[in-house]
């Protein structure tokens, strides 16, 4: 049997991510950031989803997306509702989940040619 390395045809692509890091591509990610198939945004200043304000998500709106994934750490945390009404406002959807379920989530939906975008918080 023959094996081979397929690369997404995107730029930016999750191999993993706990409540600890993130792999995107080859980098280790250890601090809170915003991915897109063709946009990584580093430092993202968010720490606690439980504190979220809805300036805080203007980063990730700013790169269109139709889907926002939000990876809450180790384990899931919601957001102040103010934060979830910002993106249906705008007719965005949100799913708030762990780290690890929003790179498994981020990975299909990009491989499927969506206009995903993935936050990450890291304490």
């Known amino acids: 049997m023959q094996l081979n390395l397929e690369r997404p045809d995107y730029q930016y692509f999750l191999r993993g ?3 600890g890091s993130a792999l995107v591509n080859e980098r280790r990610m250890t601090a809170s950031f915003i991915v897109a198939p063709e946009a990584l945004v580093e430092n993202w200043p968010v ?3 439980s ?3 809805p300036t805080d998500l203007e980063p990730l709106l700013a790169l269109a997306p139709e889907l926002l994934l939000l990876g809450t750490g180790a384990r899931q945390v919601f957001p102040p509702a103010a934060a979830l009404a910002t993106c249906l406002q705008r007719g965005v959807g949100i799913e ?3 780290n690890a379920a929003a790179a498994r989530t981020y990975t299909v939906l990009a ?3 969506r206009r995903v975008v993935a936050g990450f918080l890291f304490p």
């Open 47 to 49: 720490r606690d989803a």
């Open 51 to 53: 504190a979220l304000a």
């Open 111 to 113: 491989g499927e040619g």
């Open 17 to 19: 991510a706990d409540g």
């Open 96 to 98: 708030v989940m762990s």
